[in-house]
């Protein structure tokens, strides 16, 4: 029951904070940013998916596969920006459900993107092997072993808190990932801590490992000499994207910690937090559709090609 008012005042003193501060104007760089984003990961998608060549390639279905968590994890952050400016009080169980998989969304192109750098390390260290090492029907295995993994934790929190909590019939008046997983953090501040530390420490070393080996295996082929080298591009524009989509897991930790400090303002808090979400969440997702495009050039080709056929049949059916 102290749980239940707690979650209660909470969510309305946050209410009043998004009012006071008028943050609920964010809603609208939120939406135009989403929907444009929206409109071009299924464009990717359809393009990968409907080339036989690229469906069959592994760096093809890890793009896909990062553009399929980006897709969720945007429609639930859309979703959840709108329900905090209408503010309509939603069950509990809800939200956590919502928070579970933004979570697993978030965690699956994380992992994906790690998986990218993995992928490009193998099909230069061992070329000759490479899709003996990685055909597709095992890549597919990976990438569900990927979003179970992503899943397992987060939906096991909630059933923690679900068999703990007594009254089932909850509402809150506004629902965030941070009010969430604060609350669950309270019963497990050490587990959730230790496990995406851990994970982000492996994604970390792992990635430089990659990177740092492959330097030093292609550094004698003379890819690396020249300031504008695709090599070094490449590396630029991939180095960006995950320095985009690792600041905001940063971000949202400190916003973890700043939960737990009963003698930080709230205001603070809220900004932060709606900072945080309403555009260093979406930066990545919004510049990944077009990098990839323009670093991967058969993307490039294909919606090109599909953009030309779908050009040439309106005109034949204007004529």
């Given at each position: ?23 609920e ?9 989403t ?20 469906r069959?390639?592994t ?23 709108i ?36 992928d ?5 260290r ?55 997983l ?34 030093m295996?292609?550094r ?10 695709r ?19 940063f ?24 900072v ?5 969440m ?24 599909l953009?030309?056929?779908?050009r ?8």
């Amino acid at each position: 029951m102290a749980s239940s008012i707690l979650i209660s005042n909470l969510t309305e003193n946050w209410v009043e904070s998004l009012r006071r501060w008028h943050l609920e104007l964010f809603f609208i760089p939120t939406t135009v940013v989403t929907l444009a984003t929206l409109l071009a990961n299924p464009v990717l998608l359809i393009c990968i998916f409907l080339s036989r060549t690229l469906r069959q390639e592994t760096r093809y279905l890890l793009v896909a596969n990062t553009l399929t968590a980006d897709i969720l994890f945007l429609i639930l952050n859309l979703a959840t920006v709108i329900c905090n400016a209408v503010k309509p009080e939603i069950p509990w169980l809800v939200c956590e459900l919502i928070t579970a998989v933004t979570i697993t969304a978030y965690c699956c192109a994380i992992l994906t993107i790690t998986l990218m750098v993995v992928d490009t390390y193998t099909a230069v260290r061992w070329p000759l092997h490479y899709h003996d090492l990685l055909p597709p029907g095992r890549t597919h295995r990976i990438l569900l072993g990927v979003w179970l993994l992503a899943a397992v934790y987060p939906f096991t929190l909630v059933i923690m808190m679900e068999v703990e909590r007594g009254n089932p019939h909850e509402k809150v008046a506004v629902c965030l990932v941070l009010i969430s997983l604060g609350f669950i953090q309270v019963h497990n501040m050490v587990g959730i801590h230790i496990f995406y530390f851990v994970a982000a420490l492996v994604c970390t070393l792992l990635i430089f490992y990659c990177y740092i080996r492959l330097y030093m295996v292609t550094r004698t082929q003379g890819i690396w000499q020249s300031r504008f080298s695709r090599a070094r591009v490449t590396l630029l524009a991939h180095g960006v994207l995950l320095l985009l989509y690792f600041a905001p897991g940063f971000v949202f930790t400190i916003e973890l910690f700043l939960f737990q400090k009963k003698d930080i303002n709230q205001d603070i808090l809220v900004w932060v937090s709606t900072v945080n979400m309403c555009v260093f969440m979406l930066l990545p997702r919004a510049f990944a559709p077009y990098l990839y495009g323009l670093r991967y050039r058969e993307i490039s080709d294909t919606v090109v090609q599909l953009l030309h056929r779908n050009r040439t049949l309106s005109e034949i059916t204007v004529a």
